[in-house]
């Protein structure tokens, strides 16, 4: 199979289990409508899903069935949507356009859009400490740690944090590169990591993928800022050129054009080197590094 | 010992774990300072601890020592402060003062103060995923359970959403039970059942534990609105008289005062009677619902 019709197949998977969970009748007690409506429409309804594809596809190395790994991508799919929500606010990114649509906060309210992204954070937690996620609670321990790991303020948050300080400075390189492994890279890593927990890996393969992750995720932030310079607003289904108007800190201003497609292809090669140890099982993995840093959108 | 003196000497003990905590030294990766620094403004250096106080004094009740419910404890302080970050944001309440200083969004800006928050409610998490803080993983998982259940959208988010919802429309009473219930109330008994969780209660402690929280959160909520009307803002350190303004549905506006007043005082009497069969193990927690129910401030 493919990557791309993996993404796809996977996408739908993700689609039925983020609406099942955000209906609001698993829990012990219901859920406020409003805010429960627009939990939905900020995570149903789009998103490529990446992050959740990679966990279930890094668990698979080792033999978990995808219907295993679902509650667990599920809940990262969950904290990448709830970082989309509070980026867009006005008092962050100001975005009003996502995946097409009107952000959160415009198709709602502001305070509605903050407690949407609270409550898309939390709700992460709840599933993944569910017992029916994995029936080992050192497991679910550790994607719990993980994933409060990287999204935190050491994390995606912090990534955040640096990300809105830079606007308007000149950073170095390597500061640049610091930001965008909080704010990027932090969870597409812990999406492989999260695999390496399900499938109880060993040191090895752990280390591999943990690289594995690292470098993707610096692949897919170093494609994003190329798309954001050279990319198609109706593809992308959010406006581009917002990098330069923000004076915001990428690569791609630091290294050039010519120096930061070089070094795409390097780490999509880098990325493809880190599965050697997987060999054919690792294939749609493989895709997946040229799908992040070829992507269109 | 009385009330009174054992919250002091808890608070003081909460202030050194949270600025262990929020020093950012104890996880893989440092945190950036700017976000840190505004986390810790927002934890430390008051705050009555209350929620703190009552997990560790009904782990207590059990014989589990104040030091293996500390981190529980932290834990579950980093979601209250989360909230009041998040709560007095100008899309929300737009507070200016709390515990008599700058409100985050003022004393940094508004990005920071919505990224504060979010690493607090991930920090809380990160803590109960520490195998330091119980070493039963079992354990970490129904308090980071009962912790995501309590703070989100079936809890304290979603009672902030129905709260924003309210403004300037009146509401039955069982309504602004509800918003209470989810909006103070969950949080105030996820305390209470936290430390039935870390004593391993038996089904009867529990439930009498579940019961106190959830009368004490009423009481606290009920305290909480008279002293808005009744109270003096030099002791709150915030102001009076802002339910009124902005149209909030309280139960003094539903019932009146005198009748608000009877409730709080049948409340704390009914606090204290769901600890009976605990005897005078429960002396402190006696103290701490006539606390809540008399408190100035």
Same mark, same amino acid.
Request: glycine share 10%.
């Given at each position: 199979?493919?990557?791309?019709?993996?993404?796809? &197949?996977?996408?739908? #998977?993700?689609?039925?289990? #983020? &609406?099942?969970?955000? *209906? +609001? *009748?698993?829990?012990?007690?219901?859920?406020?409508?409003?805010?429960?409506?627009?939990?939905?429409?900020?995570?149903?309804?789009?998103?490529?899903r990446l992050r959740p594809v990679l966990l279930i596809e890094c668990a698979a190395l080792f033999g978990v069935r995808a219907e295993n790994a679902l509650d667990a991508a599920t809940a990262l799919e969950c904290v990448h949507c709830y &970082?989309?929500?509070?980026?867009?606010?006005? @008092?962050?990114?100001?975005?009003?356009?996502?995946?097409?649509?009107? *952000?959160?906060?415009?198709?709602?309210?502001?305070?509605?859009?903050? #407690?949407?992204?609270?409550?898309?954070?939390?709700?992460?937690?709840?599933?993944?400490?569910?017992?029916?996620?994995?029936?080992?609670?050192?497991?679910?321990?550790?994607?719990?740690?993980? #994933?409060?790991?990287?999204?935190?303020?050491?994390?995606?948050?912090?990534?955040? &944090?640096?990300?809105? /300080?830079?606007?308007?400075? *000149?950073?170095?390189?390597? /500061?640049?590169?610091?930001?965008?492994?909080?704010?990027? +890279?932090?969870?597409?890593?812990?999406?492989?990591?999260?695999?390496?927990?399900?499938?109880?890996?060993? +040191?090895?393969?752990?280390?591999?993928?943990?690289?594995?992750?690292?470098?993707?995720?610096?692949?897919?932030?170093?494609?994003?800022d190329l798309l954001d310079v050279t990319g198609d607003a109706g593809k992308l289904g959010k406006k581009t050129g917002k990098d330069d108007d923000a004076g915001k800190a990428t690569l791609i201003a630091a290294l050039g054009l010519d120096?930061?497609?070089?070094?795409?292809?390097?780490?999509? +090669?880098?990325?493809?080197?880190?599965?050697?140890?997987?060999?054919?099982?690792?294939?749609?993995?493989?895709? @997946?590094?040229?799908?992040?840093?070829?992507?269109?959108?």
């Amino acid at each position: 199979m493919r990557f791309s019709d993996k993404i796809t &197949s996977t996408a739908a #998977l993700i689609e039925q289990s #983020l &609406s099942d969970y955000l *209906t +609001g *009748t698993r829990g012990p007690v219901a859920p406020p409508e409003q805010l429960a409506g627009a939990m939905r429409y900020a995570a149903l309804g789009g998103g490529k899903r990446l992050r959740p594809v990679l966990l279930i596809e890094c668990a698979a190395l080792f033999g978990v069935r995808a219907e295993n790994a679902l509650d667990a991508a599920t809940a990262l799919e969950c904290v990448h949507c709830y &970082s989309l929500v509070h980026d867009d606010l006005p @008092a962050m990114d100001d975005d009003a356009l996502r995946r097409g649509q009107a *952000t959160v906060h415009l198709a709602y309210d502001e305070a509605t859009a903050i #407690l949407a992204g609270d409550g898309l954070l939390t709700i992460a937690f709840e599933i993944l400490a569910t017992p029916q996620t994995h029936s080992d609670a050192a497991v679910r321990g550790e994607l719990i740690l993980g #994933l409060a790991r990287a999204a935190g303020w050491a994390g995606m948050a912090g990534g955040q &944090s640096l990300d809105l /300080e830079a606007e308007g400075k *000149t950073l170095r390189v390597e /500061e640049i590169r610091r930001l965008q492994a909080l704010k990027t +890279g932090a969870l597409i890593q812990y999406a492989c990591v999260a695999g390496a927990i399900l499938g109880r890996a060993d +040191g090895d393969d752990w280390s591999a993928l943990e690289t594995y992750g690292r470098v993707l995720g610096q692949a897919f932030q170093l494609a994003d800022d190329l798309l954001d310079v050279t990319g198609d607003a109706g593809k992308l289904g959010k406006k581009t050129g917002k990098d330069d108007d923000a004076g915001k800190a990428t690569l791609i201003a630091a290294l050039g054009l010519d120096e930061a497609k070089a070094e795409l292809e390097r780490l999509e +090669g880098e990325a493809v080197a880190s599965l050697e140890r997987f060999g054919s099982r690792a294939e749609i993995l493989r895709g @997946a590094a040229r799908f992040v840093s070829r992507r269109e959108h």
